[in-house]
């Protein structure tokens, strides 16, 4: 069962490259989001989509584009990467039902790293 | 606007120990509560949850009650074991919020033989 699969694991960049981290799951599932996990900060939210065509800012999404042309795929793009943008980034998917209850299904993480 | 506070870590206990990991939090209307665990190298798993006030969730040997007078939902586990070492995320999701979760900064268990 492949769930949510993230790549790639680990990313170095300079500052001012660009680069998309990949999300795709196999569940069908219609809600899938990007977070961010920093020290002392936990999990913020940075875009989400509830369906195919459909994406919405979260928290912090500043930096950030997304686009959802198919249910499986959810791709987060960063045009000009920061130092401020190091982190470590999770897609989470969740069935309708299951992003009404809140059941989310988290990929293994992305590492960023801007240089 | 919602927010969720947990104590600071690192936790560090002895095998067999007892574990809370204090959670407060604030919101209008009635949001759902949640305890999500990340072990090392991977990404977040819900541990268990609690739709609505005085409901308990529980798994695993962990247990949270959902406090509404208090704003709580702190988390406990009467004996704890070193594979429970993780990183403990306390989240909630508001009332209208479909599907957005609000997580608190997390707390580091550390549970020693």
């Known amino acids: 069962n492949a769930g949510v699969t993230q790549t790639p694991k680990f990313q170095v960049l300079k500052t001012g490259q660009s680069m998309t981290l990949q999300c795709a799951q196999d569940m069908n599932h219609e809600y899938m989001s990007w977070y961010r996990q920093d020290p002392g900060m936990g999990l913020r939210l940075i875009h989400y989509s509830v369906g195919a065509g459909i994406t919405d800012q979260g928290e912090v999404p500043n930096g950030y584009n997304v686009s959802r042309s198919t249910t499986e795929d959810f791709p987060l793009r960063l045009l000009s990467a920061a130092p401020s943008q190091t982190s470590v980034y999770f897609c989470a998917s969740s069935s309708g039902q299951g992003a009404n209850t809140g059941e989310l299904f988290f990929g293994e993480g992305s590492r960023l790293t801007v240089l | ?113």
């Not at chain 2, 690192?10 to 072990?39: D, H, K, M, R």
């Not at chain 2, 406990?76 to 900064?105: H, M, P, W």
């Open chain 2, 1 to 113: 606007g919602n927010s969720v506070t947990q104590m600071e870590g690192p936790v560090t206990l002895s095998e067999e120990a007892f574990l809370t990991i204090n959670c407060t939090y604030t919101a209008t209307g009635y949001p759902s509560l949640f305890w999500y665990v990340q072990y090392p190298g991977e990404g977040l798993q819900l541990l268990l949850k609690a739709t609505k006030a005085d409901d308990k969730g529980s798994n695993k040997g962990f247990e949270a009650t959902y406090r509404k007078e208090t704003t709580s939902f702190h988390l406990e586990k009467g004996s704890v074991q070193v594979s429970d070492s993780a990183v403990y995320f306390c989240a909630l999701r508001g009332s209208s919020n479909t599907g957005k979760l609000i997580f608190g900064q997390g707390t580091t268990l550390q549970v020693k033989p």
